[in-house]
């Protein structure tokens, strides 16, 4: 393992505070688990458990954003955060087994002053990066041409650029040279990307945006092989079997897996390895992007990757 820990920078536009109800198995009543979450804070947890200095940007307000900040921080996280709208919120009942909500607070639209200290933060924060990760949010609380401009700006300084986004917000950054994608397969045919779910339809999706100027697009596709598309070269990424415990976050696993890799200077092929061993190992777990490194480093050598033959 390298000796220097790989500087890895997260923009978390949509944090969350996540408060979940468990059954608990000593005591005789409920166990309640308060986090930072939402998806760049829990890529964000990921990318240190395997090794990287991390440094997450976010806005953040109100009560719950108080204690997002503070959660994220004591993780060891580099927190930096600029204020704006009450930050979003949900309470989850697992005491069933299943996920019951119980309240949300949504989160709010960031205004134009909130947005610009964000891309102020992000953008300087991303020199000093190793890789930095472009993620988006759940409602339209964000633009998607403000990711476009930092995917663009980032690039323009020879920066190493992963995204993982979807829909409108998968476009916005879709045509910008050498950045790295990762989209589910869902995302990608509900974003009009593929005309459907087949490998050989996604296939030929990945190749055209990659002829458009990407980098390299990766499909997760839940239960089967993922793919990996870049310049002249297609793969088809196996995970042995696992049994799942909450699949929830493992895309943000892999993500992060891959920008550590990056990150460390890995060949890119290695980096996906790296990023599909991370999300396996997550759904064995109750906790989203959680992990440990040596378990995800030894997981990495029973992912095969073979080339995708037409």
């Known amino acids: 393992m390298e000796t220097t820990s790989p500087h890895v920078v997260v923009l978390a536009p949509d944090p969350l505070l996540t408060v979940t109800v468990e059954v608990s198995t000593e005591l005789d009543s409920p166990e309640i688990h308060v986090h930072a979450g939402g998806q760049g804070l829990w890529l964000a947890r990921m990318a240190r458990s395997l090794g990287a200095t991390v440094t997450a940007c976010a806005s953040v307000g109100g009560e719950t954003g108080t204690v997002v900040a503070h959660l994220a921080r004591e993780e060891g996280i580099d927190l930096r955060t600029t204020p704006g709208p009450p930050t979003g919120a949900y309470v989850h009942d697992r005491r069933g087994g299943e996920r019951l909500e119980l309240a949300r ?32 949010t759940r409602d339209p609380t ?102 799942t415990v909450d699949h929830r976050g493992a895309g943000d696993s892999m993500t992060a897996g891959i920008a550590v890799g990056l990150a460390r200077g890995e060949p890119l092929v290695e980096a996906v390895r790296l990023g599909a061993a991370a999300g396996a190992l997550n759904v064995t777990r109750h906790g989203l992007g959680t992990g440990r490194r040596e378990q995800v480093e030894r997981w990495a050598s029973e992912i095969r990757i073979d080339p995708l033959t037409d």
């Open 105 to 136: 607070q949504p989160s709010r639209t960031l205004d134009r002053h909130v947005v610009d200290d964000l891309y102020g933060t992000f953008l300087v924060a991303s020199l000093d990066s190793d890789a930095c990760v472009l993620t988006g």
């Open 142 to 243: 964000l633009a998607p041409d403000v990711l476009g401009r930092l995917a663009r700006d980032l690039r323009a300084a020879d920066r190493t650029v992963v995204a993982d986004l979807s829909g409108t917000q998968a476009r916005a950054v879709a045509d910008v040279e050498g950045i790295v994608l990762k989209m589910s397969h869902e995302e990608l045919v509900d974003g009009g990307f593929a005309a459907d779910p087949s490998l050989p339809a996604l296939a030929a999706a990945a190749r055209g945006l990659v002829a458009d100027g990407l980098g390299a697009l990766v499909v997760s596709r839940a239960g089967e092989p993922a793919l990996l598309v870049a310049a002249d070269t297609s793969f088809l990424v196996t995970t042995p079997p696992m049994t």
